[in-house]
């Protein structure tokens, strides 16, 4: 409702409609005659009859009815089970606000009067008989003479005259709807019977569009929790398949791992990561000054041990004591000779090449360029971009579904639309602590065929799926386990 219907200014009456033709005029101060109101009342309940909708039938009620008796300002309301009142129209106003004040305070008027003893008569309300909030408040809302015409079913108890009292023995319900009408003149006896009657037509017709609706509504309310439960229940019944989702990464099916062969300090790098490498191409050097320092000293170490027996071996011919002495200067010769061949082969491992051709991968040349390194080592590792892999870390508490064979979707991070499809072909039958420091199996998967093979290192999430399982069991597994871990059963 507007702001302006809030102050609900005296609004202008539309003047009768000329009456058909041949019937007599209205007479003095605008009541109708006999005649020319009962072609009026009976026009009023046809078309009353011909709306096809609720929301229709209550324009009408609310701005045809002047049409009859003049008003100032009508407003139809309906009435529910409880007596609560609801405001659904008011004449001459396109857009409701429920919350306005004057909507809160007739609905509170409406509300008292359906649930007074004259609820199912035409009568004049009296504003001593309304609550003491309602009544503080009518000289501000509510016009100087308002008329209530309820909207009673076919089959209601018809009522004694309009404005007498009903008997408290014989109190019916609340009516469904009502017609509340405001003016500031007295309202007549006359005016109260064609009323009488035009409310039982309106009443007629708004029970044919709504109450017949209304009628089935218990059996609805009865109905729809039990639809409801069997719904949900049919639902957790489907079967889909059980999964489980993990972090995976894309590695190759046959790595070759690249260990220092030697104590040292890395120098250079000839490679860059997820660089293709050759076979027999340099990846990395070591630092070669003090293996060439040992090389030399080796060197010139088996010179001299070469010197000292060519000396000896000489002298022996006229000295038997230089003899005695060949086979030592022998031995250390041969000492000499095998420190310098080790000297040699660690000189030779400075430069580490690759066995076969592949992709280097690892992290970042300056994580090891002047670290020192010990014998086995990993630096990097060469992987076949032709052979991958998918290496999946699956959590101890999802591992349901780890069985060979088993159907695993991949997301990958950079293509989360188009998932890669793949078989479980081994998963590890210990746990161990992932990167992310969970306890988790180490499952292998390996791509279908026609797969186009992914770049090595990229990450995503598996998903791996296992046999059919009712959905209520997918869905509360883990509620379930917790719960029975809680409880010890």
């Known amino acids: 409702m507007s702001a302006a219907m809030a102050q609900t200014p005296p609004q202008q009456t539309a003047p009768p409609q000329a009456a058909p033709q041949g019937a007599p005029q209205g007479g ?6 006999p005649v020319n109101g009962l072609l009026m009342l009976l026009e009023l309940q046809r ?5 096809a909708t609720a929301p229709e039938l209550r324009y009408h009620i609310v701005n045809q009815t002047r049409r009859l008796i003049a008003y100032r300002q009508a407003a139809f309301l309906t009435v529910g089970e409880r007596g609560r009142a609801t405001l659904e129209a008011v004449s001459n106003i396109a857009v409701l606000e429920p919350n306005a004040p004057f909507a809160q305070w007739l609905e509170a008027a409406v509300r008292a009067v359906a649930a007074g003893d004259q609820a199912q008569a035409v009568h004049v309300v009296d504003p001593a008989a309304l609550p003491a909030a309602v009544r503080a408040a009518w000289g501000e809302w509510g016009p100087a003479q308002v008329l209530w015409c309820p909207l009673r079913k076919p089959e209601a108890p018809r009522e004694g005259m309009p404005g007498a009292a009903a008997d408290s023995r014989t109190k019916a319900v609340p009516p469904p709807a009502g017609l509340w009408l405001g003016r500031d003149d007295p309202w007549t006896d006359g005016e109260i019977l064609l009323l009488s009657h035009l409310a039982e037509g309106y009443g007629h017709a708004w029970w044919a569009l709504s109450g017949k609706r209304a009628k089935g509504q218990g059996l609805r309310r009865a109905l729809l929790p039990l639809l409801v439960l069997l719904l949900v229940a049919g639902a957790l019944a489907i079967p889909v398949p059980m999964s489980t989702l993990a972090p995976a990464e894309i590695q ?13 300090v890395i120098d250079r790098f000839h490679v860059q990561p997820n660089e293709t490498v050759a076979a027999g191409q340099p990846l990395f050097s070591f630092e070669s000054t003090v293996l060439r320092s040992r090389f030399e000293v080796a060197r010139k170490g088996l010179t001299q041990a070469e010197a000292e027996l060519l000396s000896a071996s ?3 011919f006229a000295d038997p004591q230089t003899k005695a002495r060949v086979a030592q200067l022998r031995a250390q010769v041969e000492l000499r000779r095998a420190e310098m061949t080790l000297a040699r082969e660690m000189l030779d491992r400075v430069t580490v090449k690759a066995d076969r051709a592949g992709i280097a991968v690892f992290t970042d040349v300056n994580d090891w360029l002047g670290k020192p390194v010990s014998v086995g080592e990993r630096v990097l590792t060469l992987a076949d971009p032709q052979a991958p892999e998918i290496d999946i870390m699956v959590p101890v508490g999802d591992a349901l579904v780890l069985e060979p064979g088993s159907p695993v979707e991949l997301f990958l991070n950079v293509d989360p639309l188009h998932p890669l499809q793949a078989r479980l072909v081994h998963a590890s039958y210990e746990a161990g602590l992932s990167a992310a420091g969970v306890l988790s199996y180490r499952v292998k998967a390996a791509l279908e065929a026609g797969e ?3 770049r090595i290192g990229l990450r995503g999430t598996a998903k791996i799926l296992g046999e059919r399982v009712p959905l209520a069991l997918y869905l509360f597994r883990r509620p379930l386990a917790l719960l029975r871990q809680s409880l010890g059963i």
């Open 252 to 264: 190759t099916s046959n790595p070759v791992i690249v260990a220092a062969p030697l104590d040292g």
């Open 47 to 51: 078309q009353a009859w011909r709306q």
């Open 452 to 454: 186009a093979p992914p």
């Open 314 to 316: 000489q002298a022996a």
């Open 28 to 33: 003095p101060q605008g009541a109708p005659q």
